[in-house]
């Protein structure tokens, strides 16, 4: 009798323990900072063939992608501003869920698995596009 209330507990802490191990290893990836500023930012700034820049609609615009303006003269932004760029996109993503993350739907195709409506186009035709996946990478908790 007293092996088996033993053999009991013994069995329930094994199974709270992986219990406990499958949520911390679904847990939501943390958002990097430095691999925002160095690989996603530049995607914001960068020419695309038959489209607007990102930043031409969204230095400071008054929808919720809202990216800091560049000092004058400047090519990309300080250190203070790219942090206020950080804080505001992460908003827009569900760490560890590029698909369902505001930010990487609004401006891919919706043949892509985008939304259907955005007045700054359709920068992205597929998950395929590399600079959607530098955004999904960063979503999925890449670092440099
Ligand atoms: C020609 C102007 C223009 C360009 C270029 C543009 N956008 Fe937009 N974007 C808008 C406008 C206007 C809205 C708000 C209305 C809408 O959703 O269409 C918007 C909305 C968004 C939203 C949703 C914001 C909210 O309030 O929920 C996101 C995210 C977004 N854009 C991302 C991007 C990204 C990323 C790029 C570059 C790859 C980009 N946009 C390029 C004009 C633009």
Same mark, same amino acid.
Not at 59 to 65: I, T
Not at 113 to 128: I, L, P, T
């Given at each position: 009798m007293a092996v088996r209330r033993v053999k009991l507990v013994v069995m329930a802490a094994l199974f709270a323990g992986a219990a406990t191990y499958s949520i911390a290893s679904r847990a939501a990836p943390a958002l990097d900072y430095e691999f925002f500023k160095a690989r996603v930012q530049p995607v914001f700034l960068q020419k695309r063939d038959g489209h607007t820049r990102c930043y031409v609609c969204h230095?400071?615009?008054?929808?919720?992608?809202r990216l800091e303006r560049l000092s004058p003269g400047a090519s990309t932004w300080s250190e203070e501003q790219s942090r206020k760029n950080f804080e505001m996109a992460s908003i827009l993503v569900n760490p560890g869920d590029p698909a369902t993350s505001r930010l990487l739907q609004q401006p891919l195709a919706p043949e892509g &698995? *985008?939304?259907? $409506?955005? +007045? &700054? *186009?359709?920068? $992205?035709? +597929?998950?395929?596009d590399p600079n959607w996946k530098i955004l999904a990478d960063w979503v999925n908790g890449e670092k440099l």
């Open positions: 230095a400071e615009s008054n929808n919720a992608f &698995g *985008g939304n259907v $409506f955005h +007045s &700054g *186009g359709r920068q $992205f035709a +597929s998950k395929d």
